[in-house]
């Protein structure tokens, strides 16, 4: 468990233990849904890369954001989803968030002596919030990819060097 606390969010990241929990989150913050299958796979294969933001406020617990990511088949890692519930937005959740799964992302190709290079991950290009958190972050958008998701909107790939 990796604790965490500012002035504005008590809470704590911990790796997800339940895909349904994630499912339901994903289906409130995202359009696009993760087949309950597909989350399972993730939290089956790379434990440390799917996070769970969990607040804790008046005795109860509450997961309010997630993060999910896999290592692909040529060694680079994709940042899959990351999502707050709208109330919880702004507080500096996402940002922890990102810090943590790349902490894990670098322990988990040392440890498994892995040879990535990069963190790469897909945005709507109207998605201006997330743009400017992942840049500030130090991802670098690489390309427009026209019509990538299935409404027919465009993405930005983008990527952050490992190296
Ligand atoms: C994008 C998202 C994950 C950001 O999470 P968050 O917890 O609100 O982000 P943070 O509070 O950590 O903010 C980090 C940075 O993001 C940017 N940002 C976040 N919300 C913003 C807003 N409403 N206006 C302007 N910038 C914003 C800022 O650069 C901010 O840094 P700062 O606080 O130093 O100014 C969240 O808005 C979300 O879940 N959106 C819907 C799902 C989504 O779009 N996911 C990404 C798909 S690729």
């Keep these: ?9 008590v809470g704590f990241i911990t790796e997800a233990k339940d895909p349904y929990e994630i499912y339901d989150l994903n289906s409130k913050i995202l359009p696009e849904k993760y087949p309950i299958e597909y989350i399972t796979e993730l939290m089956i294969n790379f434990p440390n ?7 804790y406020t008046q005795s109860e617990y509450k997961t309010v954001g997630y993060i ?8 680079n890692v994709c940042l899959s989803a990351l999502g707050i519930l709208k109330e ?3 507080q500096g959740i996402g940002r922890k968030l990102i810090n943590q799964f790349l902490e894990n992302v670098r322990d988990h190709v040392k440890v498994r002596n892995i040879d990535s290079q990069s963190v790469y ?5 109207d998605n ?12 670098k958008i690489i390309e427009l990819i026209p019509n990538y998701y299935s409404d027919n ?6 990527k952050y060097r490992l190296t």
């Design 1 to 9: 468990m990796f604790q965490s606390r500012d002035h504005r969010s």
């Design 49 to 55: 890369l799917q996070l769970v933001y969990v607040t």
């Design 68 to 75: 999910l990511g896999y290592v692909d088949t040529d060694n």
């Design 88 to 90: 919880f937005r702004s």
């Design 121 to 125: 991950l897909h945005v709507k290009i």
């Design 128 to 139: 201006t919030n997330a743009i400017k958190l992942y840049k500030s972050i130090g991802f």
């Design 153 to 158: 909107s465009d993405a930005y790939l983008m």
